[in-house]
Nanobody, 124 residues
Framework: QVQLVQSGGGLVQAGGSLRLSCTAS????????MAWFRQFPGKEREFVGV????????QYAQSVKDRFTISRDNTENMVFLQMNSLNAEDTAVYYC?????????????????WGQGTQVTVSS
C-alpha cells in the first residue's frame, strides 16, 4: 500500500519560514518524480513545484519561485518543501504528490499518489 505522509506546516507570521516534509512508503521512491501542490478554499489544487527523480531538475510556479525550494532524500524516501518569505497569499492546504512519468508536471491529473494535506497559515 502506497502512502505519502506529510508533516510540518502550521501557523507562521508573514515574512517567516516553514518546512514541509513528505515521507513515502510502498513505492520505489527513486523512480518517482515528486511535486507539491496547494489548494486555497473553494479553488482547484494548483501546482507549486516539482523535483525529478534524482533531484537534477526542478520547476516552480512563478508565484513561489525564489522563495520556495524543493529537495529530496532518496535514502530516506522523503521530499521537502522549504518555504521562505511567506505571505498571507501562501495560506493554503499543501499536498505532496508522486508520479513515475514526467509529462505535464503541472497537472493534478497526472499524479498517481497524494499526501493527506497540511494546513499552512500565514498571519499578516
Amino acid at each position: 500500500q502506497v502512502q505519502l505522509v506529510q508533516s510540518g506546516g502550521g501557523l507562521v507570521q508573514a515574512g517567516g519560514s516553514l518546512r514541509l516534509s513528505c515521507t513515502a512508503s510502498g513505492l520505489d521512491f527513486s523512480r518517482n518524480h515528486m511535486a507539491w501542490f496547494r489548494q486555497f478554499p473553494g479553488k482547484e489544487r494548483e501546482f507549486v513545484g516539482v523535483i525529478s527523480r534524482r533531484a537534477g531538475y526542478s520547476q516552480y510556479a512563478q508565484s513561489v519561485k525564489d522563495r520556495f525550494t524543493i529537495s529530496r532524500d532518496n535514502t530516506e524516501n522523503m521530499v521537502f518543501l522549504q518555504m521562505n518569505s511567506l505571505n498571507a497569499e501562501d495560506t493554503a492546504v499543501y499536498y505532496c504528490a508522486a508520479r513515475v512519468s514526467f509529462g505535464d508536471y503541472r497537472s493534478v491529473k497526472e499524479y498517481d499518489y497524494w499526501g493527506q494535506g497540511t494546513q499552512v497559515t500565514v498571519s499578516s
